[in-house]
């Protein structure tokens, strides 16, 4: 079955630090991919999306992501993060239709929470 | 603004009981789904709508119904509450089965 994996489950850095939080799926070709933001109490905010095209695509709040066929992954960066980052991030993917019955629904990686230390 | 609402934010019920959880959106959207989050699960899809009159069952559908009479809304019910549904609740939709889905704010819901 097609899967997404986050493989931290919690990441402390400093802030001002850089930041790559890791996503990988499991598929044959390419999904749409997603990375999404919660912070404590609130619904999930949308970061950046890849459907196609250049492989490293920016979002909102000064994330950005890279696409790396090769590896399967989405590893989601940053490169100095501020203390209002501390969240949890959603790595989600898209599988196309009518592909092992997922019939093109949204699939969520079990999160990564991210803690800042002043 | 469109926007994607539910109500309510709160709720405590007990075992046994039926609970619906209404879902609102004014994006005109086609597609709306259910989720619950737990911890260490993320976020498992419940039930999903393609449009009015469609309902489809996801990972964790059992205990849960939903119902599509109009464009907008998708109630979530649950038949009879059990401790095992104690979670907070989200509803997203989308304008197209591969297309980016938009989040509402939850609804945290004990069951005792």
């Known amino acids: 079955a097609q899967s997404v994996t986050q493989p931290d489950i919690h990441i402390t850095v400093s802030e001002g630090a850089s930041l790559e939080l890791r996503c990988n799926y499991s598929y044959g070709a390419t999904p749409y991919l997603f990375w999404y933001v919660q912070s404590p109490g609130q619904g999930l905010q949308l970061l950046l999306k890849?459907?196609?095209?250049?492989?490293l695509v920016q979002g909102i709040k000064g994330f950005e992501a890279e696409f790396k066929r090769s590896q399967s992954s989405f590893n989601l960066r940053k490169p100095s993060v501020h203390w209002s980052d501390a969240a949890e991030y959603f790595c989600a993917v898209i599988f196309p239709m009518n592909y092992g019955g997922s019939q093109g629904n949204l699939i969520f990686g079990k999160g990564t929470k991210l803690s800042v230390k002043p | 603004d469109a926007e994607i609402t539910q109500s309510p934010r709160h709720k405590i019920t007990e075992t046994g009981r039926q609970v619906t959880l209404a879902c609102h959106q004014t994006w005109n959207h086609n597609n709306m789904f259910w989720y619950r989050q737990d911890l260490g699960h993320g976020l498992r899809l419940i039930h999903y709508?393609?449009?009015?009159?469609?309902?489809n069952k996801g990972e964790v559908s059992d205990g849960y119904s939903v119902s599509r009479s109009n464009t907008e809304d998708l109630p979530l019910t649950l038949e009879s509450a059990a401790s095992s549904q104690t979670s907070v609740y989200f509803c997203?939709?989308?304008?197209?089965?591969?297309?980016?889905?938009?989040f509402g704010p939850g609804t945290r819901l004990l069951v005792l």
């Open positions: 890849y459907f196609s095209g250049d492989t």
């Open positions: 997203a939709s989308s304008g197209g089965s591969q297309e980016t889905q938009y």
């Open positions: 709508s393609y449009g009015v009159q469609d309902t």
